[in-house]
């Protein structure tokens, strides 16, 4: 009696954890990390506008609008003066 009993319950315990993974490997699959701004996003998110980077490399110099450093040299404006100067779909 006891030993069906801890059976059951290993069984109980085993699809629990399959349960637990199952879970994990859906939301893998269904979100991705954007290749420009590194957010991560669902595909069926994913509008004309919801990507927003800079195509630039991040340079160490003063930004042109408002002298922070560090700037991009794509619109020579840093991360606080523009979000990004390129829009378009995320990238994975
Ligand atoms: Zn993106
Ligand atoms: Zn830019
Ligand atoms: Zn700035």
Not at 17 to 30: C, Q, T, Y
Not at 46 to 69: L, T, V, W
């Amino acid at each position: 009696m006891l030993e069906a009993l801890s059976k059951a319950f290993a069984e109980v315990t085993a699809l629990r954890g399959a349960l637990a993974k199952l879970r994990v490997e859906d939301v893998e699959e269904e979100v991705s990390q954007c290749a420009n701004c590194h957010e991560y996003f669902h595909p069926k998110m994913n509008g004309e506008n919801s990507c927003q980077y800079h195509p630039g490399m991040m340079k160490f110099y003063s930004c042109r609008s408002c002298g922070a450093d560090p700037y991009y040299v794509c619109c020579m404006k840093c991360s606080d003066c523009c979000k990004g100067c390129r829009i378009q779909r995320h990238v994975c």
